[in-house]
């Protein structure tokens, strides 16, 4: 009796840009579907910034500057910033749970473009970004806040921050990688961004520091970014700031995109 034997079928790895492209919306569709399921985790995106701006506007306001209304133009814009920073986070986090999950070997069985699953999940965490800072945004506005510029200084703004918050999430990609746990990319998180966004000019003026302090609060990039932020979004120099973030934005992206892309394709 002669066996017969059955071809085994390989899903070609070898799909257009375009499909590519489709499969990326596809997952990235699939990451913001999950909130359905998992409120907490646009709680986290809008309950988080709601405290802080409360917190710093009605308690340290008054102390810091003039009124809390005045304290609320010049911190809102660095609020706004840190928390697209900690948003970032959430890439890694998910990222993490996918991985030890086994949802990315799932994945790779599937004829879909090997770069899609990666690039969904950022994708759809830059659509939370813009949710979290356009809920910033309102708050303030329902605080007190008046933009002092014009459509396209908000649009400005708000591509300035999505461009910065995409290049450092390929940092938070790479964490999510390396570690072996989803609760480790969030110690990372606090143990950089906050010492990061606290020595910054974020909540004082970096005038108010100590001298040896201004030195790195001038050349910190959460600072410059809250510069262009208010310069847009207030009143202010704004072009050097502005230019000085895209040189970070693009720093961050060309050292750490390589690092990361090589991680995930070491690991699944």
């Avoid at 959430?90 to 069985?109: C, Q, S, W």
């Avoid at 309102?138 to 008046?146: N, P, S």
């Avoid at 390396?178 to 020595?199: A, C, N, R, W, Y």
Wanted: no cysteine.
């Amino acid at each position: 009796m002669t066996a017969i034997s059955t071809p085994v079928l390989v899903p070609s790895r070898r799909v257009s840009p375009l499909l590519g492209v489709r499969h990326t919306m596809t997952l990235a569709w699939r990451s913001l579907v999950q909130i359905k399921h998992n409120p907490m985790e646009l709680l986290d995106l809008s309950i988080q910034p709601l405290m802080f701006v409360l917190l710093f506007t009605y308690v340290f306001g008054g102390a810091i500057a003039d009124s809390p209304t005045d304290y609320l133009r010049f911190m809102l814009p660095g609020i706004m910033v840190q928390n697209a920073l900690f948003a970032t986070m959430t890439t890694g986090f998910g990222l993490n749970i996918d991985l030890t999950k086994g949802v990315f070997d799932r994945l790779r069985a599937l004829p879909i473009a090997r770069w899609a699953p990666l690039a969904g999940r950022i994708l759809a965490d830059t659509v939370k970004q813009a949710w979290s800072i356009a809920l910033l945004l309102a708050i303030g506005m329902v605080l007190g806040f008046r933009i002092g510029t014009g459509p396209f200084g908000v649009i400005g703004a708000f591509a300035l921050l999505l461009a910065f918050s995409l290049a450092a999430a390929w940092i938070s990609v790479l964490v999510g990688v390396l570690v072996s746990e989803p609760d480790k990319v969030q110690i990372f998180g606090f143990m950089v961004v906050f010492p990061l966004t606290f020595t910054s000019n974020i909540f004082v003026p970096t005038e108010s520091m100590p001298g040896w302090l201004q030195a790195w609060v001038k050349v910190n990039p959460v600072s410059t970014l809250a510069d262009a932020l208010r310069g847009l979004l207030v009143s202010g120099p704004e072009s050097g700031p502005i230019i000085t973030s895209l040189l970070w934005g693009l720093g961050i992206l060309v050292v750490f995109a390589p690092l990361a892309v090589r991680a995930v394709r070491r690991r699944v």
